[in-house]
């Protein structure tokens, strides 16, 4: 206990700070009076009286966390919070269980975009946007955010920021102090937020949708407040809007910080994510019109391009809007997709899967191997962008596509066990655990996860966890060496 209590100590002021996110759709309920106010208000209370109860308890153990407790507090965290924010649901849905509502409120924390929930324009305005507002929250990391106030508390934060920033090079520092950092890519963040959501309402949606949007948009999140999703709305220019930010917060927000500060575009064209992130995913969405074009799916050209660009991008970027039902399409088209999600976003970014950054070092790490065939004895670093990458990163990277691997695996298999055909099992996890959202045949982008038995649901709820956490920083704490002294 000794050694759990530190980091419980500094995980009740991130549940007293996360009872404030409460606080926006609170005010829109009272508002605009659509009857959910008193689940805000009870959820207020519980999770603020949750946090100091336990700060209380813990108060005399608070200590400068170790490395190891950064991961711990990560892992508590993210499970956690998730917990708390299924209050506004289970109280203002008394008919919805615990278990799709933690699998409502995971998906939009870890910005999965995956749901359980349908008659979307009918629910209040505030618990759609508190759905919107998870997805946002999550896009940049609650305990990124909580690295910038928690030094306020008296709570150093490097250690937090390494173990849950996405990527392979977890040590780069964009400023001197890790605050500054976290204060900095937030303030980003937030502008490239406003520009979105400014963006949606001057190409036609209502003050309310645009906000929703934006929020799912830039977290690549996926939750919308409509079951069409963007097909409510059949709006090319609106569907423009999206593929653009999806693209930008695509791109790691480091490199975005760094345009912003340098004052230069040149940042974008030295990032070695970035421009294959564009190739590989604009590059898919022509061969994908393409395909749809030459397969008589669309009757013309053009009309092919809009439904591919838009939904490629959205499940190549893992956020998980849809403007059609692509289930229909012939299965290549979706199944490239849902590949794509596997490894087309910057590390970084909002987005989920392995990261672009991962697939390049792999490539050149199996580009390297053949060259050894033929000159066992020779040299052969990798190179990423013109730097040599050391061993040590190599083989990290390795580690986790190896458990990336087994992960999908073993949780396809008890999906397919707990009696899912292998298409609707097999997609659901990748999905889930590349953060996507939707996959394919019965959590298609027409339905939703309703379907799944509360097994099944758990599964993906975990497969969730496991890809926002990228794996390693999840499973860590389950080993005999972690808690070791």
Same mark, same amino acid.
């Given at each position: 206990?000794?050694?759990?209590a530190?980091?419980?100590n ?35 209370v ?9 700060? =209380? ?30 209050? @506004? ?11 799709d ?9 870890t ?12 629910l ?24 910038a ?8 934060g ?8 996405p ?7 964009l ?14 963040y ?16 209502? @003050? ?8 799912s ?29 999806? =693209?930008?917060a695509g ?18 064209? =030295?990032? @070695? ?37 838009f939904n ?11 403007n ?21 976003s ?33 040299r ?32 396809t ?28 045949n ?7 996860y ?11 709820? =975990? ?13 860590v ?8 002294a």
């Amino acid at each position: 206990m000794s050694r759990i209590a530190p980091v419980l100590n500094v995980l009740s002021k991130v549940v007293m700070l996360f009872s404030a996110t409460f606080l926006l759709p609170l005010t829109l309920s009272w508002l605009v009076a659509d009857g959910a106010q008193r689940a805000y208000d009870e959820a207020i209370v519980v999770t603020f009286a949750a946090g100091a109860l336990t700060w =209380l308890f813990t108060r005399k153990s608070q200590r400068e966390l170790q490395t190891r407790d950064g991961f711990l507090l990560v892992v508590l965290a993210w499970t956690s919070l998730p917990a708390f924010a299924t209050l @506004p649901f289970l109280i203002y849905l008394p008919e919805l269980s615990f278990t799709d509502a933690y699998f409502e409120t995971v998906s939009g924390i870890t910005t999965t975009g995956s749901t359980v929930l349908t008659g979307l324009d009918a629910l209040p305005l505030s618990i759609n946007l508190w759905r919107g507002l998870l997805v946002w929250l999550g896009g940049m990391g609650l305990i990124v955010l909580a690295v910038a106030i928690l030094p306020l508390l008296g709570v150093g934060g490097m250690q937090i920021y390494k173990a849950e920033t996405p990527g392979p090079m977890k040590d780069t520092k964009l400023t001197p102090r890790i605050t500054e950092t976290a204060k900095g890519l937030y303030l980003v963040y937030v502008g490239i937020s406003i520009a979105c959501g400014l963006s949606f309402w001057l190409a036609g949606m209502a @003050p309310f949708d645009a906000v929703m949007h934006a929020f799912s948009t830039m977290g690549l999140g996926g939750f919308s407040s409509h079951d069409a999703s963007f097909g409510h709305w059949d709006s090319p220019a609106i569907e423009a809007v999206t593929v653009v930010f999806m =693209l930008v917060a695509g791109i790691n927000f480091s490199t975005h910080f760094l345009a912003w500060r340098q004052r230069s575009m040149t940042v974008y064209r =030295l990032d @070695p994510e970035a421009r294959w992130f564009l190739i590989v995913t604009l590059g898919s969405s022509l061969l994908i019109a393409v395909f749809l074009n030459v397969t008589h799916v669309y009757p013309d050209f053009l009309q092919a391009l809009r439904y591919a660009v838009f939904n490629t991008v959205s499940i190549a970027t893992t956020t998980g809007f849809a403007n059609t039902d692509y289930n229909q399409w012939p299965i290549f088209a979706p199944l490239w997709m849902l590949l794509l999600s596997g490894f087309a976003s910057c590390s970084g970014s909002t987005g989920g899967g392995m990261k672009m950054i991962r697939a390049q070092l792999l490539f050149r790490q199996g580009r390297r191997e053949l060259a050894r065939l033929i000159h066992p004895s020779a040299r052969l670093p990798v190179k990423l962008a013109g730097h040599v990458v050391p061993n040590n990163v190599i083989y990290a990277v390795l580690a986790f596509a190896f458990m990336y691997v087994l992960a999908i695996i073993v949780m396809t298999l008890l999906m397919t066990a707990s009696g899912l055909d292998l298409v609707t099992a097999f997609s659901a996890v990748i999905a889930s655990i590349n953060n996507a959202g939707p996959g394919l045949n019965k959590v298609g982008p027409a339905t939703t996860y309703a379907s799944l038995t509360d097994f099944q649901t758990w599964i993906c709820t =975990l497969a969730m966890l496991l890809g926002r956490l990228e794996l390693l920083t999840v499973l860590v704490v389950f080993t005999r060496t972690f808690w070791r002294a």
